[in-house]
């Protein structure tokens, strides 16, 4: 989703842009990597690649998300200060500060407490490839920054309801529900905790808008700079999709961190704001949601990592 989302951004910036599939490359391995970057030799990268999930994938599959991350964002960082990459920008995520920072969180309360449990495998993973940025800009003065999202959504977003995250399982399910005319739809954990939503499309202008004008140490936080329960995002997604029903919470299921909001005032003092309501945003996605189901995807099969 975030890499598609760059690509469609990239379209309108007159550059070439270099992309390998993962029939073309795999990310795990170093001296593929390695050979691929040196060949392309790329001017700027961006590390949107990852193994990503919601919050069962994430609690369920520790192994993977460690690993995974890990390998994938050492190999691409490595091969890009041996090629001379010219700037690399790293994506890492909301989750890599503690479970109960202080909100809206600052970039400085990275490291300061315990993480949240059901996420913790992913943010130590991107926690390090922030450390390896500021690493290989300190030891050989490699111009790489990192960018932390906020919980995105969008176009191209993971749709199956085991591993996706709650926007898009939300959008799946109501969905389903009016087609079906079911009268209640399920939700997960109780409905209380409070995320911040970020449009892709908006991730990808802010990105670029980083690329340009950004070139320093510290991480950089990119969201809205505001926050809604899963309660109200439900009740804006059965309004963008027209779902009359009622919800029902499975509090077997867990709640995650309770808030995780972003203070984005860094990126605003950058020059740039997130310029997509989320009521646009989710009836963008929608629509794209529509015409892909209309044209027979399977929407619910995805897997799990984007190159
Ligand atoms: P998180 O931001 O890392 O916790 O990841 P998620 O996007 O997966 O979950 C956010 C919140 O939405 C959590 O409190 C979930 O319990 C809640 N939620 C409610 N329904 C769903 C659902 O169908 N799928 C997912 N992934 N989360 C849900």
Not at 82 to 100: E, Q
Not at 243 to 257: C, I, L, M, V
């Amino acid at each position: 989703m975030a890499g598609s989302a760059i690509l469609r951004r990239l379209a309108g910036e007159g550059c070439e842009v270099l992309t390998a599939d993962r029939a073309t490359l795999d990310l795990r391995r170093q001296e593929e990597v390695e050979r691929w970057v040196a060949q392309q030799r790329p001017d700027l990268v961006f590390v949107a690649a990852a193994t990503v999930g919601g919050i069962l994938a994430n609690a369920t599959r520790p192994a993977e998300f460690l690993y995974d991350n890990l390998v994938i964002e050492t190999n691409i960082i490595h091969a890009a200060y041996r090629t001379g990459v010219g700037k690399l920008v790293f994506l890492g995520s909301s989750c890599i500060y503690p479970r109960l920072a202080e909100q809206p969180m600052r970039e400085d309360a990275l490291l300061t407490g315990p993480l949240e449990p059901t996420n913790e495998w992913y943010a130590v993973a991107k926690i390090a490839g922030i450390k390896l940025c500021q690493a290989y800009r300190r030891q050989y003065g490699c111009d790489f920054i990192a960018a932390m999202p906020t919980n995105l959504y969008g176009i191209g977003d993971n749709f199956d309801l085991q591993g996706g995250h709650v926007a898009a399982a939300l959008l799946a399910k109501i969905h389903r529900a009016k087609a079906e005319g079911l009268d209640s739809v399920e939700i997960w954990g109780t409905g209380t905790p409070k995320r911040e939503f970020l449009f892709a499309d908006d991730l990808a202008d802010g990105l670029v808008h980083l690329a340009k004008h950004y070139s320093d140490e510290p991480h950089v936080n990119i969201g809205t700079g505001s926050e809604v329960s899963i309660r109200e995002l439900a009740d804006l997604v059965a309004d963008v999709v027209g779902y009359p029903g009622r919800f029902q919470y499975d509090t077997s299921k867990p709640d995650g961190t309770p808030r995780k909001l972003l203070d984005v005032s860094r990126m605003t003092a950058l020059g740039w704001t997130a310029p997509t309501s989320l009521r646009d945003g989710f009836a963008a996605t929608y629509c794209w949601y529509l015409e892909r189901l209309a044209g027979g995807a399977d929407l619910r099969g995805q897997p799990a990592r984007t190159a």
